[in-house]
């Protein structure tokens, strides 16, 4: 079963403040690497899928960027606001099917 | 509008009782997942299918069982094989185009042991 950790597990932060959390992975055998925003009582949401060294995907005040070599992903988002408040989930995929391991997850509570 | 139901929401299991969670979906995905979530964990992925007729194993398929006699449908059936069963269950879909494509989630089923 291949590692992924994301850390850290929980954060809070201020209304309008940016924060960011990681997401690690194998570097060998890299193909994608997702990321899914979970809120509470709704289901996972998917956020990015970024495939290139060095891709940096954004969505509004989010973003996400890469790095194959080193194994590792960071999730930005600028100017928090509450309804940002979810769970982060990464999932690294290796294989080229559709098979992937996901981090446990960053728990973000935005506070108003 | 197309997406994943899971049914039901809430599921109550009898010690030595097999029970089977719903999935189905009308987003015309050829792949579909079932993961199970434990307080502290990851979604650790239980069965995986790439096409109707075909299933593979994922990393803790014991005590589980799958179908996919159709592309809209991939129930999964806890078995009394299965000793700690009590945990929140995901069902998930996705294009089948290679591991570079989102997957979608279902609101997924609650299951508790009586």
């Known amino acids: ?20 959390f990681t997401c690690s992975f194998p570097s060998s055998n890299f193909y994608a690497l997702h990321w899914y925003r979970w809120e509470t009582a709704k289901s996972p949401e998917a956020l990015f899928v970024m495939t290139l060294n060095g891709d940096e995907k954004k969505k509004g005040r989010i973003s996400a960027t890469l790095n194959t070599k ?40 935005v506070i108003p | 509008d197309g997406g994943i139901t899971q049914s039901p929401k809430y599921l109550f299991r009898k010690e030595g009782q097999n029970v089977t969670l719903s999935c189905e979906q009308n987003l015309n995905h050829d792949a579909m997942y079932w993961y199970r979530q434990d307080p502290g964990q990851g979604l650790r992925l239980i069965y995986y299918s790439q096409i109707v007729n075909d299933f593979q194993k994922g990393d803790i398929a014991e005590g589980y069982s799958v179908s996919r006699e159709k592309k809209e449908s991939f129930p999964l059936t806890v078995t009394s094989a299965q000793k700690n069963p009590t945990a929140f269950y995901l069902c998930a879909s996705s294009t089948y185009s290679g591991g570079n494509q989102p997957q979608h989630f279902g609101d997924g089923t609650r299951l508790s042991i009586l």
Not at chain 1, 4 to 14: C, G, K, M, N, T
Not at chain 1, 74 to 81: A, V
Not at chain 1, 95 to 100: A, F, I, S
């Open chain 1, 70 to 109: 080193e194994g590792y992903s960071y999730l930005y988002i600028k100017g928090s606001q509450p309804e940002d408040s979810a769970t982060y989930l990464c999932a690294f995929n290796s294989g080229g099917y559709q098979k992937v391991t996901f981090g446990i997850g960053t728990k973000l509570q």
């Open chain 1, 1 to 20: 079963i291949l590692n992924v950790e994301q850390s850290p597990q929980s954060l809070h932060v201020q209304e309008g403040d940016s924060t960011n």
